[in-house]
């Protein structure tokens, strides 16, 4: 209890100390608690702030520690809820930390493997490669001579997070008790997003088992490796991975020096980052520089999948339907998929949302084809859609925060990289596909054991439910001037009506089955 106490205590000087609270005051000058501004004894200590806000919190959170840091990076990405400028200061964050001695490391490693790490290792290099606040990684080999990664949770983190997030779901419930203007934001649900990220992130058989999906998703193609998982050394707390070896996609001179085709590796780029999330709905979302490598040969190396995103089909066909619409100025169709899709308020004037859409997208397109980026016009329109009620869902913002990742490191690669060159192609074939025939009987195909399995019960279903009908009995749940239209057909036509969908669907079925 006292540890909590104390430790409450530290976040609240820390915040004290480069004047967070200075800040909130001024950001909303008609909270309740204003009158108490007077009342702060550490008022009578001159302070002098020379930083601007978003470095003040930036630095704020990089004091409080691993998790708050984590927390601020995760906000950075909401750029649909922060202004620009604390958002670009967060996003500055670095999740490097000191690393935990390697005695814990092995004591972690042998209680998880059960057994010694000299037996389960060949070689074990106490001196870890790298260190952030859920994990560290060391090198070792194993008994067959392959080199690998062991990635090792931290001792106790666990208390750490769990002390942590009790403290900022506390700040969000007196954030949204206090300040009734930013219940918008849903700081408490923000919080609980980052808690379910951040717990992901500490189970490594989840991560080994991202890994393993994504290396299937990729198996024979030459435009992603994944390293393979030992999954005899995978725990909950220990992954052991194959060991990659290359250039750090920062690290431009030196491809530069290799003779690396930069044209292609920004384009290819592109082509992984649109395949994983239409072609797979399965994508990295943790692709900054630092988790990714280039191999001699040219082909990109991925390692860190702790965090993964996926969209509903829904979603992937909203998301495709809308770049490509607002590639053809067709603002129009961007305002009336956002209120299909209900992503905006369904009561949303079309009119009025077209309008709010063009105001920011007829800039964009005074510049060259090549600088138009697909991930601002995504938050551009998330801003604007916010405005009509929008609620951001967490797997939409993985998806930009990925796409502004990839379109960065593209461009840092290849300065003409035309984004939309590469993916209008991608995106009209990948629709293409969706609707085409073949498609539609191929998902026939995969449904089929299902409906030949309901397919005896069916005709009395179906009767059971006229007859409900012709007794009055039936109780539908919709009501509109066409279902009370229906209702006074007479009831030979519905019989008659049944019985024809009946043969349709079992016609069907036949020449299905006679196609197999």
Excluded at 3 to 25: M, P, S
Aim: hydrophobic content about 45%.
């Amino acid at each position: 209890m006292l540890n909590n106490v104390w430790h409450a205590l530290k976040i609240k000087w820390t915040l004290i100390k480069y004047g967070i609270d200075d800040l909130v005051l001024e950001q909303f000058p008609n909270a309740p608690f204003q009158s108490l501004k007077y009342l702060r004894p550490w008022k009578l200590i001159p302070r002098t702030h020379k930083l601007d806000r978003g470095e003040r919190i930036r630095l704020a959170l990089e004091d409080l520690g691993p998790i708050f840091v984590k927390f601020g990076q995760a906000l950075s990405t909401r750029r649909d809820l922060l202004p620009d400028d604390i958002a670009e200061s967060l996003a500055k964050l670095q999740d490097k930390v000191k690393p935990f001695p390697s005695d814990q490391a092995v004591q972690v490693i042998e209680q998880s493997l059960g057994e010694s790490v000299g037996n389960a290792f060949a070689k074990f290099e106490a001196e870890p490669m790298a260190s952030a606040s859920i994990a560290q990684v060391h090198a070792a080999q194993l008994h067959s001579g392959e080199d690998v990664v062991v990635k090792v949770v931290r001792p106790s983190i666990e208390k750490i997070i769990a002390k942590d997030l009790r403290l900022l779901k506390q700040m969000a419930r007196q954030v949204e008790t206090w300040i009734p203007s930013l219940q918008r934001l849903h700081p408490i649900d923000v919080v609980n997003e980052f808690e379910k990220t951040l717990l992901d992130e500490l189970d490594m058989q989840r991560e080994a088992s991202n890994a393993g999906e994504l290396a299937r998703n990729f198996k024979g193609s030459d435009l992603l490796y994944v390293p393979k998982v030992h999954w005899d050394f995978v725990r909950e707390k220990v992954m052991v991975m194959e060991r990659i070896y290359g250039t750090p996609i920062g690290q431009i001179d030196v491809l530069k020096d290799k003779g690396v085709d930069f044209e292609k590796l920004s384009r290819e780029g592109v082509e992984i980052f649109f395949t994983q999330v239409f072609r797979d709905n399965f994508f990295h979302a943790d692709m900054h520089p630092g988790n990714i490598f280039v191999g001699d040969n040219g082909q990109y190396k991925a390692i860190d999948f702790g965090i993964m995103g996926m969209l509903s089909t829904e979603d992937q066909r909203y998301l495709a339907l809308n770049f490509l619409a607002f590639f053809n100025r067709d603002y129009r169709k961007v305002a009336e998929l956002h209120i299909e899709s209900a992503w905006v308020n369904p009561n949303t004037r079309v009119e009025e949302f077209e309008s709010a859409i063009r105001a920011i997208s007829e800039p964009i397109f005074g510049r060259p084809l090549k600088d138009i980026s697909f991930g601002l016009f995504l938050l551009n329109l998330f801003k604007v859609a916010r405005r009509f009620e929008m609620e951001v869902q967490p797997q939409l913002v993985l998806l930009q925060k990925t796409l502004l990742n990839i379109e960065g490191l593209g461009r840092q690669l290849n300065p003409e990289l035309d984004l939309w060159a590469t993916a209008k192609p991608f995106l009209e074939n990948w629709l293409k596909e969706r609707t085409s025939a073949k498609t539609a009987l191929n998902k026939i195909k995969g449904e089929l054991p299902v409906w030949i399995e309901a397919l005896p019960t069916l005709p009395t279903q179906v009767i059971d439910v006229v007859q409900q009908a012709q007794r009055g009995e039936l109780i539908v749940q919709w009501q509109s001037k066409e279902l009370t239209e229906l209702k006074t057909q007479h009831t030979r036509y519905q019989r008659r009506m049944t019985w024809i969908a009946l043969l349709g669907f079992a016609g069907i079925i036949a020449t299905l089955i006679w196609k197999l």
